[in-house]
């Protein structure tokens, strides 16, 4: 699995975040090249996520949502059995 910081989020700013969340901790695993990072500040700033694999790059995420990100949150959530 990716490595998750923080591993574990009680409440998340939108249910865009959550969905995206998920979707990285499922679609990065096994791999634990990839470090996936929520809500972190840099320099002042506080992208949604940072992602980081040596044999990729770094990649930084801002999350918009609609529809479509509550069908991906429902769809996760009914495939890994987590309410």
Avoid: H
Avoid at 37 to 63: K, N, T
Avoid at 71 to 77: G, K, V
């Amino acid at each position: 699995m990716a490595i998750m910081i923080p591993d574990e989020i009680e409440e998340f700013t939108t249910c865009g975040e959550e969905a995206f969340y998920r979707f990285l901790r499922l679609a990065a695993k096994p791999d634990e090249r990839f470090c996936v990072w929520y809500s972190p500040d840099i320099f002042g700033r506080e992208p949604d996520f940072v992602l980081f694999c040596p044999e990729v790059g770094l990649i930084v995420f801002e999350v918009d949502e609609g529809q479509d990100v509550y069908n991906l949150l429902t769809r996760i959530r009914e495939e890994t059995n987590d309410a």
